[in-house]
């Protein structure tokens, strides 16, 4: 049998030797990355002194809104902003908290940096839902229960928190058991489940048990409320006893499922 012809032989030598090697790829491409590194650490040196030392990026000018009681003035000087820093060192989250904890009436606020000068203070304000007399000033309460200021002039429309509840006669199981923090919060969860009609009518929310809680409306009428449980149905109770009684003067919706009411 005859072996392999010359051209054959030949073309078997070019398969196993591969490819010639590549020349002049390693010197251009090595000069291409230390070009880009170089211009990497330029541009990151450029835009540090940018953010931190150049006089462009710096606060200039603090922004607020959302407030209600408080003053724009009052929120600024809580905040303490350092103007003149630049925007990126601002810690905005210790302005945060630095207003929530000088201004109580502060439910929550959103610090932002606003390009290239600005920062803004988005406040939102505690509204009272229930006040608590304190000598002669009133201590406004929350829908969560907090305490968060204190005022010489009630405001219109928020029903005063009377606590009867003591440690001794009427009431001084449940006082003793929940204590004066829970019982408040549970004449705050009444105040919020008033139907709206009431809810601005309401004159006093008298708490002489966690399961005796009623109001006083501003014509002399009154509701026996109960615990502060089943809120909803109570509120959809009273308003269907309101309409079907128009003249009664009192009203007992403690257990929703069987209101009832009276003029006298």
């Known amino acids: 049998m005859a072996g392999p012809t010359t051209a054959e032989r030949g073309q078997r030598q070019r398969e196993s030797s591969g490819p010639p090697p590549a020349r002049g790829f390693g010197r251009p491409r090595l000069r291409t990355i230390v070009i880009l590194a170089a211009l990497l650490v330029l541009l990151g040196a450029g835009s540090a002194w940018a953010l931190y030392g150049s006089a462009w990026l710096r606060v200039r000018q603090v922004s607020v809104s959302g407030t209600l009681m408080l003053t724009p003035a009052e929120v600024r000087g809580a905040a303490a ?17 630095r207003l929530r904890r000088k201004l109580p009436r502060i439910d929550t606020v959103d610090v932002v940096r606003s390009w290239p000068h600005g920062i803004g203070l988005k406040v939102t304000e505690r509204t009272p839902v229930l006040l608590v007399r304190k000598g002669g000033n009133f201590v406004e309460v929350d829908d969560e229960g907090v305490r968060f200021a204190t005022v010489s002039q ?35 969860r009444v105040a ?37 449980e089943d809120g909803r149905a109570k509120a959809r109770a009273l308003t269907a006893l309101m309409k079907a009684a128009p003249g009664a003067r009192h009203f007992d919706v403690s257990v929703p499922t069987a209101p009832a009411s009276s003029r006298s």
Do not use: H, N
Not at 81 to 97: L, Q, R, W
Not at 160 to 185: K, M, N, Q
């Open 81 to 97: 902003v350092p103007v003149g820093d630049p925007m990126i060192s601002v810690d905005t989250d210790a302005i945060e908290a």
């Open 192 to 228: 919020g489940d008033l139907p709206a009609v009431v809810a601005q009518s309401t004159r006093t929310v008298q708490v002489r048990s966690y399961d005796a809680i009623s109001l006083e409306l501003g014509d002399g009428r009154t509701v026996a409320w109960g615990s502060s």
């Open 154 to 188: 009630a405001p219109k429309g928020v029903p005063a928190l009377e606590l009867t509840a003591s440690r001794t006669g009427p009431g001084a199981a449940s006082f003793r058991r929940f204590g004066t923090r829970r019982l408040v919060r549970e004449a705050v």
